[in-house]
């Protein structure tokens, strides 16, 4: 029987079995789930408010991302083993690609990280995308807030490959790391808004070896074109940033290191951390909001009334904007009568 006292009790003592178990739980789409999931959240958020003034602890939150085949696994193994090396603990949330034929994922990530995955201080979970857009799953938010609960000091976030528009992991982290191959562009791709904008430091992998040089080009590539970029309020002189580290060789991690710390150090100084944070709440709020109106659909009456009108604008009838203004005031109507 599920019991979310019990439960926060066991993930507020950093028990990593319930942990899991908690993450399985806010994944399912099943109602009763979901349910229970959100009690619990609820459950961890009033513990955590009520030991104050005890300040609460906070993890900070490190998304990665990068295209296909970049080192992001390798990087992170490297890395966080650098991290738990250091005394602190280190949650990765990996999301894997779901197949749009049979809805499956691979979930490798722990054979990929097989020395990180035997560190005590180390927590991996692997998690399907489930065909959700911007290289994360749908509730991989939740998943990060509960890691923070269990008391792990660093929470790495990494992607699905992704492109130049999907950056909604920026959403839900205190730092945006986009990692890159050599030869990967120009000065001239550089420039290109979306991911490069929301990206406080790049990292060019790989600077090992014949890729060495490339390496050291494509990154000065992509400084010159941070400089072109115009400076954003939520960085201080010299953000964001690019340099080259091989995650093989284990090279450049202490350098990144200090350059993510500064610049965390900044923020909280400046007010911007918590402003962030906040703002990102209120992000993921409209969100969900919007992921509730649209489950509605899925209602049998709403259903009909979709097919009908799409009928009548597939065969000329009503105009599209006619339409939906028709579905959404007969919507309404719904909820004045069930209300």
Known sequence: MFDQEKWAEKILAGDR????????????????HRAQADLLLETLSQARQDAQPTPVKQALRIGLSGTPGVGKSTFIE???????????????????????RSGGSILGDK????????????????????????????????????????????????????GQSETIVAQMADLFVLLLAPAGGDELQGVKRGIMEMADLILVNKADG???????????DYAGALRLLRKRPQDPEGYPCAMTVSALEESGTQEAWERMTKLTTWR??????????????????????????LAQLNDPQHRTTLEALGQEVAQGKRPVGTAVRLFLDRLGQDKTIRG
Do not use: Y
Not at 123 to 131: A, E, H, L, T
């Open 268 to 293: 909280k100084e400046a007010g911007i951390f918590d402003t962030t944070r906040a703002d990102q709440a209120k992000f993921w709020f409209e969100e969900d909001i919007k992921q509730a109106l």
């Open 17 to 32: 079995r319930t942990l899991s178990r908690a993450i399985t739980l806010i994944e399912s789409a099943r109602a009763d």
């Open 111 to 162: 054979t990929r990280m097989d020395r990180l995955s035997r560190d005590p201080n180390a927590f991996i979970r692997p998690s399907p995308s489930q065909s959700h857009l911007g290289g994360v799953a749908k509730r991989s938010r939740e998943a990060v807030a509960l890691c923070e609960a269990a008391g792990f000091d660093v929470v790495l976030i990494e992607t699905v490959g992704v």
């Open 210 to 220: 014949d890729l060495k040089s490339a390496a050291m080009r494509t990154c000065a």
């Open 78 to 100: 490297t890395f966080g083993t650098f991290l738990t090396a250091k005394g602190l603990r280190v949650a990765v949330l990996a999301v894997d690609p779901s197949s749009s």
